[in-house]
């Protein structure tokens, strides 16, 4: 959930990119969902896959949390309306 969550953000963030419209899939999704796929297989990358299968290993994940889900809104909000369009250094 979180690797479409980010790849998501990160795209309607280059939405609103001035430079070009070919940077919405170049910058947002190609690389958000490019760049960390290999994020999707880190627990059978850590615990080795014959170790995951055999049960050795424990995955520990976090339980989903209404709270961090919220506070998470206006961060996401903050991210695309701040870093979407860019920053401008010493104009």
């Known amino acids: 959930h979180s690797y479409i969550a980010r790849g998501v953000l ?3 963030a280059a ?14 999704a190609a690389a958000s969902f490019g760049s960390s796929c290999g994020l999707i297989n880190i627990a059978s990358m850590a615990g080795g896959q014959s170790a995951l ?7 520990q994940t976090l339980p989903p949390s209404r709270a961090w889900i919220i506070a998470a809104i206006p961060v996401a909000a903050i991210f695309v309306g701040l870093l979407g369009p860019g920053i401008t250094i010493g104009k």
């Open 10 to 12: 990160i795209t309607v």
């Open 15 to 28: 939405v609103f990119n001035p430079i070009s419209p070919n940077l919405i899939l170049l910058s947002g």
């Open 53 to 59: 299968a055999a049960g050795t290993v424990s995955l």
